[in-house]
């Protein structure tokens, strides 16, 4: 007999449709993407894949800065809820904390949540969250960014390499090209004219530079691939996916690997900005 709380990934792993936020005051309200200055709440859909039911589960929710490899010491802790689950049952937890967001990173979305009992199911110690293989947290890590014609369709997104170990870390940082389909399993938690699952297009002249605003020379020395991306112990360092947009819209990985262990993922979504609605970039 045993519990086991569960909030399950997504594919990749960093974009799991079971945690999705509902900007504005009803909790109940539409779902769609965080809002500068107003009130925010994050879902997640909990399961017990276990044979015991448990009383009283904790559900923790946290959200971060565009960034990969982050930990419970650098994510921000948004609220806490309780949840009850008889064996093999499934529940839409809220968070019972309101969020304000403070930062968006044009569509940026890095919310994670987990799932645990103090003693039926307790967490691991580390203050890792290890996403991949532990069954009780999961991630969304999606950034949305536009690219127009008056930049040539070039684009920059800045985000953070998080070392969450004491001791510092060289990581190997690059991009795997993704695809739109990817993006289906999160669709009812988006307006539909937002994920453009049916674009085509493709990014090019993909890299990696040190500047979180890098003008278009700098742009074109950027890395494709940063094969030893030093972070001290318990810190953060920036860095910049910048690239080509040729199309409507396309997907890209960007991967955090140390010691050939992918550790963390992030996932941006790059849009033609002159074709998506007036108003849609912030919904």
């Known amino acids: 007999m045993s519990v086991q709380l569960e909030i399950q990934d997504g594919s990749p792993w960093y ?3 079971n945690i999705w936020t509902v900007p504005g005051n009803d909790p109940e309200g539409s779902p769609g993407m965080p809002i500068v200055g107003q009130n925010c709440y994050m879902w ?19 959200w971060a800065n565009p960034s990969v490899g982050f930990d419970r010491n650098t994510a921000n802790f948004i609220g806490s809820s309780n949840v009850t689950l008889a064996a093999g049952e499934t529940r839409d937890v809220l968070c019972l904390t309101p969020w304000i967001p403070v930062f968006v990173n044009d569509g ?21 969250f290890n996403v991949p293989t532990d069954r009780h947290v999961a991630q969304r890590n999606l950034t949305v960014v536009m690219a127009f014609k008056s930049m ?9 390499v998080c070392n969450p170990s004491r001791k510092d ?33 493709e990014v090019v002249e993909l890299g990696f530079v040190a500047r979180p ?4 020379e700098e742009m074109r020395h950027a890395k494709e691939v940063i094969e030893d991306f030093k972070v ?17 819209a396309a997907l890209v990985h960007v991967i955090q690997e140390v010691d050939g262990k992918e550790i963390g993922g992030l996932s941006i979504l790059v849009i033609n900005g002159d074709a998506t609605p007036r108003g849609k970039e912030q919904q």
């Open 152 to 160: 040539n369709m070039m684009f920059s997104a800045a985000f953070s």
């Open 108 to 128: 940026h979305e890095c919310v994670l949540a987990e799932a645990f009992h103090s003693t039926a199911d307790p967490l691991p110690a580390s203050p890792a």
């Open 213 to 216: 605003c890098p003008n278009q």
């Open 232 to 248: 001290a112990g318990k810190t953060c360092a920036g860095l910049s996916l910048v690239g080509r947009l040729s199309g409507e």
């Open 44 to 62: 997640a859909r909990v399961r017990n894949t276990g044979s015991t039911a448990v009383n009283n589960a904790q559900v923790r929710f946290y």
């Open 169 to 201: 870390q060289a990581f190997r940082i690059y991009t795997r090209p993704g695809r739109l389909e990817e993006l289906r399993p999160l669709a009812k938690h988006y307006d539909p004219e937002f994920l453009p699952l049916q674009g085509k297009g």
């Open 15 to 17: 974009l799991s449709p």
